[in-house]
């Protein structure tokens, strides 16, 4: 009777031990590339610290310290995360389409240029009609930005490479038209101020934490972004689609999808998803719109849906991650050259791609070793 | 002794987790023949060539070439030992001349610059002793599929191979191509050197081979000499059994018709005419086969009638409505291209195409409970291995992928079945299966329109049979009243017109 209550348990512990190392071997391959490499950058940063004259555990310590060990601190992280989570989204919403979307910095541009215009256009409007025609206008304005590049592809072929890169610099250019011509404040180099009734409230008006932070409500707004796309790549139709045309072309085309539309909508929705990136600038923080706003979170996004895998709720993560080295770099401004925080922060995405390349090919070279061939 | 023996391998085992993919196999090649390795899918001979050619390592067992006993831990090293493979998919590069492919990884260099009139005159003397003509100087991408085989032919001559591995080699090509590089291994084997052929056409097994070796779930379950044998006793070794063979001849195909192409022009992608002016029409019951040599408007006149491309004149009707209108169930020629998504699970590519249905989608959201029974409905009906509705399709062998794209358009709610070489790289046993799936939808009334390259294909499955001939059809026949040779001569275009009824 003992002895086959012990074999009982040894297929047990056999059968959990079997399940653990598979979830470790899934956990290593997600898991593991990230850290090893964030550990690689941050020794061979700490030697550059070392070189100028720091102590880098000093650094590193107060860096640490700074960004996650007041609440202050993670309202600041979370506060530089939020754009990066629109615009790593939009990249990835586009990838999935098989796009390169280098646009969101433009459709972020004139998405945040619309929000104002709304929110110093209508001042009279109510709040709970204004914040909404706020984020319409942004959303909007990105859409139309990147429905161009989507257009321009589905008619005409013509490479979405090329031509979000170009819009970005048209965004910039009409945007800044607007700004010194139109509707510049004397003295100043912004816009009017949005009505009050626009104004996205800071998390420490309505809890008490992350006081002076101005982390504000639009993260809620990218959090449900990323939701909304992650249910309507895995859950739809059109989801489906966009990802049949993604992985092949030609496969959509047997299927007689109607391309045009898919690779229009695409673009459309990339777009609206980078313009509300500047919301959090513009309603959550300055509530004006001024050049320069953007710090290049449409450029550091794609590092963002990269090192995510396009994964919405990975983009989440990694951008507060990036938060983490931009507002940690702040933290240290006084010790350390801006620049060298920058080298460590090129540096460590740098790691992560290129290690979370080699370990993939790691894993896969072990799983071909243990597959049986045709 | 052992000298007239070019390859032995003995008890070779190879395990991947719990497979054995190669079981105690033995296998001895004669110097200067023509060996032919045969078997399902999955019966081991890939697996038994990367051991041959240093991509894998065996569990156990050793191989002696020439007769020594031979270490080989790379391609490197077998290339050293007189061994070179060509693969079912070339590895040449398309902007690169056939000169450069041929000698790229082995270049004649004088200080520092490529010598290539070394390698041209090597290379010309190779090709005259071989009666092979090939222009060096063309872009391999703009050559014939067979060819860019040729290519890979010289690859291996270039570098003094003595042993040649061809694997699957005349899956792509049309028939006067096989018959040309059928041709050129026969003067590789009149000059010594010994070739390992592995196939899945039996017909080709006894044209061409004098041996044959047969495995069967990684053993081998014969060893024979090809003029002592038929294609019943081998395949019989192949498959541990008897096939059932259904054939065409018990269905009456009825008066309706399905299909109806009138006078019809088709444009390709490039803009010239390659459908000049086709018309016929196919009934309830009937399966029509379409031969001819590739590249004669077959490609274009599938897609017109399945509404991928938009005739220049002409019509087609589907049971009176346009394609565009219809619903069209089409078993494409290049499943890996059009017929699946290699990322997608089996459900996600039962999903293609049909994501419409209100079975499987509302106007947002898909319905996947019901995707995954219906996908489990396809599993159990066309014996789909791994039975697993959330498998990821790139990971099944490809007869498994193609019986999937058949059962998902098979099922699909429509009078007509388009199928363009539906047992293209297939296994006897899963190209059985798939004639037979088709044999029943006829009998069940449905019309099909059967393109093929494979003749014996044709002959065995369709009613009646056109050839196309360079846009055109060149005759329509009764396939019980022609034969293989009279459609080979309408696909080469030797008689011109012989229609009487389209």
Request: overall charge neutral.
């Amino acid at each position: 009777m003992r002895l086959v209550n012990i074999c009982w348990v040894c297929i047990l512990i056999k059968l959990i031990k079997r399940k653990i190392l598979n979830n470790i071997s899934k956990f290593t391959s997600y898991i593991a590339g990230p850290v090893i490499s964030i550990i690689l950058a941050l020794v061979t940063g700490g030697i550059m610290i070392a070189l100028t004259g720091q102590d880098p555990l000093l650094v590193y310590s107060i860096m640490f310290a700074d960004t996650l060990g007041n609440s202050y601190g993670i309202g600041q992280v979370l506060f530089k995360a939020t754009p990066l989570i629109f615009t790593g989204l939009s990249i990835a919403f586009a990838f999935r389409a098989g796009l390169f979307n280098i646009g969101a910095e433009g459709q972020m541009t004139v998405g945040a240029f619309a929000a104002a215009w709304a929110g110093f256009t209508f001042v009279n409007l109510p709040w709970i009609i204004l914040i909404p025609l706020s984020a319409a206008a942004g959303f909007a304005a990105g859409a139309l930005w990147g429905g161009i590049a989507g257009i321009l592809k589905a008619k005409y072929g013509s490479h979405e490479v090329i031509n979000t890169i170009m819009l970005n610099f048209i965004a910039l250019a009409i945007t800044s038209y607007l700004v010194n011509n139109v509707y510049l404040v004397p003295a100043t180099i912004h816009t009017p101020e949005i009505s009050p009734n626009a104004v996205l409230l800071r998390f420490d008006s309505l809890t008490g934490i992350f006081k002076g932070s101005p982390f504000n409500t639009s993260f809620v707004l990218a959090i449900a972004a990323c939701i909304i796309v992650y249910v309507l790549i895995n859950k739809t139709r059109f989801g489906y689609r966009i990802k049949t045309y993604g992985h092949s072309p030609n496969a959509a085309e047997y299927a007689r999808m109607k391309i045009k539309k898919i690779l229009t909508s695409a673009m459309v929705i990339a777009g609206g998803i980078a313009g509300l990136a500047g919301m959090n600038f513009v309603n959550g923080y300055k509530h004006y719109f001024e050049l320069g706003f953007s710090e290049n979170a449409g450029y550091v996004g794609i590092a963002v849906a990269l090192i995510a895998r396009n994964n919405p709720f990975a983009i989440i993560i990694v951008s507060i991650f990036f938060g983490i080295l931009d507002y940690g770099g702040l933290t240290v401004n006084t010790m350390v050259p801006k620049e060298i925080v920058t080298i460590l922060q090129g540096m460590i995405i740098l790691f992560i791609i290129s290690i979370t390349k080699i370990s993939e090919k790691f894993i896969n070279q072990r799983k071909i070793n243990r597959a049986p061939a045709d | 002794m052992t000298e007239e023996f070019a390859v032995e391998m003995k008890n070779i085992t190879k395990t991947f987790g719990d497979i054995k993919a190669n079981d105690l196999v033995n296998l001895t090649v004669k110097k200067g023949e023509i060996h032919a390795i045969v078997g399902e899918n999955g019966a081991g001979k890939s697996t038994l060539m990367n051991i041959l050619y240093g991509m894998y390592h065996p569990d156990n067992g050793k191989i002696l070439i020439n007769g020594k006993e031979a270490a080989i831990n790379s391609p490197a090293d077998a290339i050293k030992l007189g061994i070179g493979m060509v693969h079912q998919h070339f590895m040449l590069v398309s902007t690169l001349s056939v000169l450069e492919n041929i000698i790229l990884g082995d270049e004649t260099v004088k200080n520092g610059m490529l010598n290539l009139n070394v390698s041209r005159e090597k290379i010309k003397s190779i090709l005259n002793s071989f009666n092979i003509s090939i222009d060096l100087n063309a872009s391999a991408g703009e050559l014939s599929v067979g060819t860019q085989q040729k290519i890979e032919i010289l690859k291996l001559l270039y570098r003094n191979a003595q042993i040649l591995i061809l694997d699957e080699p005349t899956a792509v090509l049309t028939p006067r191509e096989t018959a040309e590089l059928f041709k050129t291994m026969t003067e590789l084997k009149n000059s010594g050197r010994t070739i390992i052929l592995i196939t899945h056409k039996l017909n080709e097994v006894l044209s061409v081979s004098d041996s044959v070796t047969v495995l069967r779930k990684g053993k081998v379950t014969g060893n024979l000499k090809t003029s002592e044998t038929d294609i019943k006793v081998i395949a019989r070794l192949i498959v541990g059994g008897e096939l059932q063979e259904e054939s065409q001849n018990n269905i009456t195909p009825g008066n309706d018709t399905v299909l109806e192409i009138n006078d019809l022009h088709v444009k390709n992608s490039r803009g010239n005419e390659t459908v000049k002016g086709i018309s016929l029409n196919i009934s309830r019951g009937e399966i029509l086969g379409i031969a001819g040599v590739e590249g004669n408007g077959q490609t274009e006149l599938v897609e017109a009638v399945c509404g991928m491309l938009k005739p220049e004149s002409g019509e087609i009707k589907i049971n009176g409505k346009l394609p565009s209108h219809t619903v069209t169930a089409h078993i494409p020629a290049n499943r890996h291209l059009h017929g699946m998504v290699k990322e997608y699970t089996l459900s996600e590519n039962v999903l293609l195409g049909r994501e419409s249905e209100e079975k499987f989608s509302g106007k947002f959201f898909l319905n996947y409970n019901s995707l995954k029974d219906f996908t489990n409905e396809l599993i159990a009906e066309y014996d789909i291995r791994p039975g697993d509705s959330s498998a990821v399709i790139g990971g099944l062998s490809g007869g498994n992928q193609q019986k999937l794209v058949a059962a998902r358009e098979i099922t699909k709610d429509s009078p007509l079945l388009i199928v363009s070489h539906p047992t293209r790289g297939l296994d006897i046993r899963a190209a059985e299966f798939v004639h037979n799936a088709l044999l029943n939808e006829c009998k069940n009334g449905r019309a099909v329109f059967l393109v093929s390259s494979d003749i014996n294909e044709l002959l065995k499955l369709s009613t009646r049979i056109a050839v196309m001939f360079n846009g055109r059809l060149n005759a329509v026949l009764n396939s019980n009243e022609t034969s293989e040779n009279e459609i080979g001569e309408y696909m080469l275009g030797l008689h011109i017109n012989k229609i009487d009824k389209a």
